[in-house]
């Protein structure tokens, strides 16, 4: 057996490490990261058991997932801001406390209304600490090879997190039942609180004038639940009804203050001269339509396997390991590649590519069949493009801009993935329903599973589309004219 060489060795020694304190720290961000993460798909193995314990229809079930989902994109921006103003450590601290008041409203909910409003609760808790805790990870690791290893480490858990709060969630229910899922979580976010104090920096708060932008947060906040309960209402009463024309105008108009809003506000939650950057629109795009072709399939396949192929919470949280495992590996190998240079855009756009197919896989589903043959295939090449989108369209966000702007930048990158997967299940429950019609026969309802996993691989194909072109504008945009956008941008 040969001996290292002497370079080798050298390497090695050379090769940065983290400090016991960083260790810590890191540890803490990225179990922060993980329940925020994890929760907006931890209760879908549990939803068959909510949906019979609370009397919860089918589409009004959704609910229950996109509540989350809402409140966390809507105060993503608003918990960016208040990081760039305040101690991060004290932003970080105040959202997993309520994080965690959510979950315990949560895991003794009498009523789906009960239980809504917990979910809202976990969502605006994790939009406060995950901006800290990129804010934080910026701040403690120093630019170079230390920090790209913790943005590895960042992202890969966030990825499998995502799948991974699922196996968690169908694993509780199964032993404990759907509230022990909200316990744990209670729980966990305790711990995560406790240790925020010791091993994370204060972070240094604003010494300039201090503004928060309240009215931008509330215009976005009120005006993305407006227009998907005008969808969800339309695939039950039509478009034509005021319980859809309301909202959805009422949805419209507060989008449109947002803009005017942002546009004129001296200090606003989006600096709207960001939405120049194509390497901005294209990580965008890419968490848009990633995350809601995604999550619009983790909500149908529990329901898939549970309802039609007879699966317990806990075979359907198992088949999802490949998937869990597969983001996790590829995930770290995608951030070695963006270290080796190799382009952020042929990363995005072969993701999506890889997740458009998983999509297409699933319409293969039969009522009765073999998981190795119509779900397994299908959950690792999911997971493989999870894997290589998400950290590509971290990085993209990130370094399209200013360091003193990238903390708003990633709050509108996981901003965008909350809107994408709010407003595809959304859609995609209404195609399905309408698909399904009256008939609760397992044909029928399969039925319009297939359809919603068609409409979800187009919607995710088209986002490789707009990535491809986007990449293209910008290879064909002069040199000079990129520069001094950029320029521009850092300057504001």
Not at 336 to 365: C, E, Q
Not at 478 to 490: F, G, I, K, V
């Amino acid at each position: 057996m040969s001996l290292p060489s002497d370079s080798t060795t050298a390497e090695k020694e050379q090769r940065p490490r983290f400090s016991t304190g960083q260790r810590w720290s890191l540890t803490v961000i990225a179990c922060a990261v993980g329940l925020d993460a994890s929760s907006v798909a931890v209760v879908n193995a549990a939803l068959p058991e909510i949906g019979h314990n609370l009397v919860i229809s089918a589409d009004a079930l959704q609910w229950v997932m996109t509540a989350y989902a809402i409140a966390f994109g809507g105060f993503l921006l608003f918990g960016g801001r208040l990081t760039d103003v305040f101690s991060r450590r004290l932003v970080f601290a105040i959202g997993v406390a309520v994080f965690v008041v959510g979950s315990l409203v949560a895991a003794v909910a009498p009523t789906m209304v009960v239980l809504v409003v917990g979910r809202v609760l976990q969502g605006f808790g994790a939009a406060l600490s995950m901006p800290a805790s990129t804010a934080l990870l910026y701040e403690i690791f120093p630019v170079g090879a230390l920090r790209n290893r913790a943005l590895g480490t960042y992202t890969a858990v966030a990825g499998g997190s995502f799948s991974g709060g699922l196996i968690l969630g169908g694993l509780l229910a199964n032993w404990f039942g759907w509230r022990a899922v909200f316990a744990f979580t209670a729980a966990f976010g305790c711990l995560v609180l406790i240790a925020s104090r010791p091993t994370l920096p204060a972070g240094a708060a604003s010494t300039g004038r201090r503004q928060l932008d309240i009215l931008g947060a509330i215009t976005i906040t009120l005006g993305i639940p407006a227009l998907l309960f005008a969808v969800n209402h339309a695939s039950e009463a039509g478009w034509g009804t005021a319980g859809t024309v309301v909202p959805l105008v009422l949805g419209v108009l507060l989008l449109a203050a947002f803009v005017v809003r942002e546009s004129r506000c001296e200090q606003p939650l989006l600096p709207l001269r960001i939405l120049r950057s194509r390497q901005i629109l294209s990580a965008t795009a890419t968490a848009f339509v990633s995350f809601g072709g995604v999550l619009g399939m983790l909500f149908f396949i529990p329901l898939y396997m549970q309802d039609i192929l007879g699966f317990t919470p806990l075979q359907s949280a198992l088949a999802l390991l490949a998937q869990s495992i597969a983001v996790i590996v590829c995930a770290n190998l995608t951030v070695r590649m963006l270290n080796s240079k190799v382009s952020h855009w042929k990363l995005m756009a072969v993701g999506l590519l890889l997740i458009a197919i998983a999509l297409l896989s699933f319409v293969r589903t039969p009522l009765a069949g073999s998981y190795w043959l119509y779900l397994f295939p299908g959950f690792v090449v999911l997971g493989v493009g999870v894997g290589v989108s998400t950290p590509a369209m971290t990085a993209s966000s990130l370094n399209a801009v200013a360091p003193e702007q990238r903390g708003i930048a990633g709050a509108f990158n996981v901003t965008a993935q909350q809107a994408g997967a709010s407003v595809a299940t959304v859609i995609l429950v209404a195609v399905a329903v309408a698909v399904t019609g009256p008939s609760t026969a397992p044909a029928d309802v399969l039925s319009g599973y297939h359809v919603a996993f068609w409409t979800a691989a187009g919607l995710v194909a088209l986002g490789a589309l707009v990535v491809s072109a986007l990449a293209l504008f910008q290879r064909r945009e002069p040199e000079a004219e990129r520069l001094s956008r950029t320029s521009e941008m850092h300057a504001g």
